[in-house]
């Protein structure tokens, strides 16, 4: 399978469609009570990425379908959605269906949009066994642990639609 790059933003720079927005969404988001059960985060996110004439785009599998995980997982059932915008990787949520899945995912996107700076960086996940290059959204906080394996092949093109609607 030949190598696509993907059409994204230099890594080491915040993309200009992201940064404004959703920066002041997120915070927005954490000011007013934070990330609770009432919010819609995903309506907020693709909100945000709509103003900025982009899409998200959900890739969702079954969590019994994904080879990366811990064999000590204890959830067998469920759905795994990762969220992309312009091919740039935003968030990976799990959840017992697509709806719940793609809020979780949604969440963990904004809470990067709470720190104090957001840049894309292409970083090593693993996808389907194997260790690709992935084009990152990450915040300024350390990681204890890994990334979260790729759901779809990060390069691949992306129809620019979300999958669920």
Known sequence: MSERRPLAPSPGRTPAFLQ???QGRGLEAGLCGGFGPNLDHYEILQSCVESCKQSLSCVFVPLKDIPD????RAQKEGQVC???CSNVYL???YGRDESAA???ASKEALKAFQGRKVTVKICRRRYMGTDVEDVMLLDDQPRSQGFPP???YPFQAVSGEDAAS
């Open 20 to 22: 404004p927005s959703l």
């Open 82 to 84: 990762e969220l992309r």
């Open 150 to 152: 790729a759901l779809s």
């Open 102 to 104: 793609r809020a979780m």
């Open 69 to 72: 995980l811990p064999a000590s």
């Open 91 to 93: 968030g990976t949520g």
